[in-house]
């Protein structure tokens, strides 16, 4: 069972930024942290959750939806079993419930369905 804190959003100006950080935890200890692939997902108000960015286990490989791209950067710390998403440039169109996911492939993961383990989100706002 894997359990996941978000921390870090807020409003903030046009323009600005921010770092999201999610801090997680395997109580089972059946798997090292390494193993998961994580993602960062949003919501905004009256959408679907949509995918922001994946860091895969292990290697690290990184993927971006295209909207945040030059913009957004994840990236994670294993010792720490911490992954951030540095935001900057940040647009009103980004004001949303930001959540961290788990999953256990491998890979690139974009869909929001593979991904086991979820936070309980943090909200960040944009003013124009």
């Known amino acids: 069972q894997v359990q996941l804190v978000e921390s870090g959003g807020g409003l903030v100006q046009a323009g600005g930024s921010l770092r999201l950080s999610c801090a997680a935890s395997?109580?089972?200890?059946?798997?090292?942290?390494?193993?998961?692939?994580m993602g960062w997902f949003r919501q905004a108000p009256g959408k679907e959750r949509e995918f922001v960015a994946t860091?895969?286990?292990?290697?690290?490989?990184?993927g971006y939806t295209d909207s945040v791209k030059g913009r957004f950067t994840i990236s994670r710390d294993n010792a720490k079993n911490t992954v951030y998403l540095q935001m900057s440039g940040l647009k009103p169109e980004d004001t949303a419930v930001y959540y961290c996911?788990?999953?256990?492939?491998?890979?690139?993961?974009?869909?929001?369905?593979?991904?086991?383990?979820w936070g309980q989100g943090t909200q960040v706002t944009v003013s124009s």
């Open positions: 395997d109580r089972s200890f059946d798997r090292s942290l390494i193993t998961y692939t």
């Open positions: 996911g788990a999953s256990t492939i491998s890979t690139i993961v974009r869909y929001r369905g593979a991904y086991e383990y």
């Open positions: 860091i895969t286990s292990r290697s690290g490989i990184t």
